[in-house]
């Protein structure tokens, strides 16, 4: 039997346009001769949705649009459909939702598959939500018996993974049922289906591949999963769907951040050239350009507005804009006070000439002269300081959002994660926008990205990525002022934020002073309260801010 797996982009919440998608992909499965079309995990709703589960009409229509998608399979022929989508428990206790497998098949629903391990890790929260499935079993389809699974249910493998999350292993006990049933399945090549909703990270393509051999190679079985690709919210989900036969060899391999659809067939084993070798700051650029994207599309926009300082996070940032939305769809802005080099103003407009966005000079001098006018009185006999400084953030945090008002374009933040970590960043000011495209980029990642867009011409220009960088915001200003060089700082940042490192641990791990590490350690203690309040994040590290990393602000933390 020939099976397609369909690595769709569905919206959450969007299910006419998620069903027509899946019909789309079916029909041309269909054309395929494929006898079973999979789609990845709540295809039919979009992943993840979060509180919307707790709404029953939204269950409700789940189950209706499952109902619908059924009937397209009573045509002669067609192949059968496997899904993604929640249903209701009808239980009396425990949760009243199941994160389910639905098969579609001669017009009904044929069989439902519940997950089982639901991950309450990191971004994931499925426990709130889900009543995990108690039991499991291999269906048939098309006479060939299938092992179905949901995404986690395939992360437990305790030959692969150090240490178990789960006490169950969903797969062991599905490859127990063949062997309870050997002498019905003799001569039956085993079969692993996985549907996934599995976002991305930086190194999570080799893992998830690793992963998967290891258990193909374990159950002497083909493994396919099929994975959701798109950006929705903070999350982005790579794609990247696989077919791995049971030594372990690549088959099949779906491209990554984009649609896609594949076919293998369980009677050519044979492994072909298709693994794909990841340059890890290509995949970051398309994690950040398709999250981009998705994020302004799905909700609602189509043009965005970054504020061009003439430095490289900026840069980057109207970079990638560009990339996800087109150039007719970003605008650049120029806020320049009396700090303002020249050379960044001409970077600024040099860039912009490059994208080919148009580009609006607003000198704020006079606006930041009036502020401080206005406030000589209160600030009489101080010194210039980081009020002044950052009243200049914030001057051009407002004007972007009156923009952003006037001509319905979306603001993108342009903080990188170094920053954010350590507070170097304007409440109210430079972190104004709807979304931190680079938020969870370190700064010396942001120069790799910055060469990465320049790998063929120069778009950012060749000035902005080799001066020291400065926010600009007093006379003669460098971040070396207030922070360590990033080539220092971004390592323990990484420890800290990333793995939970100790100071002491960071110190002797990267042979650097206990002292400056924990002043560090300090700075991003301090700073929760900002980071709190900042606009949603794209992940693209294993560790980012947002949803997946929760500390209390009120805390009193001993570095």
């Not at 769809?329 to 080099?341: H, W």
Request: aromatic letters at 8%.
């Amino acid at each position: 039997m020939k099976i397609a797996l369909a690595q769709i982009n569905p919206t959450v919440g969007d299910f006419a346009g998620n069903a027509k998608k899946i019909l789309e992909y079916a029909s041309r499965a269909e054309a395929l001769g494929v006898g079973l079309v999979v789609f990845p995990e709540l295809a039919v709703c979009g992943y993840p949705p979060a509180d919307l589960l707790e709404k029953a009409s939204f269950v409700a229509r789940a189950e209706e649009v499952a109902a619908e998608l059924a009937q397209w399979t009573t045509g002669v022929g067609r192949p059968a459909i496997l899904c993604g989508t929640v249903m209701a428990t009808k239980a009396s206790v425990g949760k009243q939702v199941r994160n389910v497998a639905a098969l579609l098949d001669g017009g009904k629903l044929s069989f439902v598959q519940q997950k089982m391990l639901l991950p309450f890790y990191d971004v994931f929260d499925e426990q709130r939500y889900f009543e995990p499935a108690v039991e499991q079993a291999l269906v048939c389809v098309r006479g060939e018996p299938l092992a179905i699974t949901v995404c986690e249910d395939a992360w437990n493998d305790k030959s692969f993974w150090p240490r178990q999350m789960y006490p169950v292993d969903p797969v062991e006990k599905l490859m127990g049922q063949w062997e309870a049933q050997s002498q019905d399945l003799v001569g039956r090549q085993r079969v692993i289906l996985n549907i996934s909703a599995s976002p991305y990270w930086q190194g999570k393509q080799q893992v998830r591949q690793s992963m998967l051999a290891a258990l193909a190679r374990r159950h002497g079985a083909f493994v396919a999963m099929a994975n959701q690709v798109g950006g929705n919210d903070s999350l982005v989900f790579d794609g990247t769907s696989l077919v791995i036969r049971p030594d372990g060899e690549v088959v099949a391999q779906a491209a990554s951040f984009a649609e896609d659809l594949i076919v293998f067939d369980m009677e050519d084993g044979a492994a072909g050239a298709v693994e794909k070798p990841v340059d890890e700051v290509a995949a970051m650029w398309d994690a950040l350009v398709l999250g981009t994207r998705d994020y302004v599309r799905k909700c609602g926009f189509s043009k965005v507005l970054v504020g061009l300082s003439g430095g490289i996070d900026s840069a980057l940032v109207a970079a990638i804009a560009v990339e996800a939305l087109g150039k007719e769809n970003v605008i650049g802005v120029g806020m320049p006070t009396e700090y303002s080099s020249l050379g960044s103003i001409e970077d600024a407009k040099n860039l912009a000439k490059n994208l080919g966005v148009r580009f609006e000079l607003l000198p704020v001098h006079d606006v930041f002269a009036q502020f401080q006018f206005l406030l000589q009185p209160l600030f009489k006999g101080t010194p210039f300081g980081l009020a002044e400084e950052n009243l200049q953030p914030r001057i051009r945090g407002t004007l972007l959002m009156a923009l952003s008002n006037k001509f319905g374009a979306l603001v993108l933040t342009t903080g990188n994660k170094s920053e954010m970590s350590t507070g170097y960043c304007t409440l109210y000011g430079d972190m104004v926008g709807a979304l931190a495209v680079i938020g969870d980029v370190m700064k010396t990642r942001v120069y790799a990205l910055s060469r990465y867009v320049n790998r063929t011409k120069e778009v950012i220009p060749w000035e902005t990525i080799s001066k020291p960088p400065s926010a600009e915001l007093r006379p003669g200003q460098q971040d070396t002022d207030s922070l360590p060089p990033y080539e220092v700082l971004d390592p323990i940042l990484e420890a800290y934020v990333e793995r939970y490192c100790s100071a002491e641990q960071i110190a002797e791990e990267q042979g650097v002073d206990v002292a400056l590490v924990r002043s560090v350690l300090q700075l991003v203690e301090k700073s929760e309260y900002k980071r709190q309040q900042a606009a949603p994040v794209l992940k693209v590290t294993r560790k980012s801010f947002g949803m997946g990393r929760r500390f209390p602000i009120a805390v009193k933390v001993q570095v």
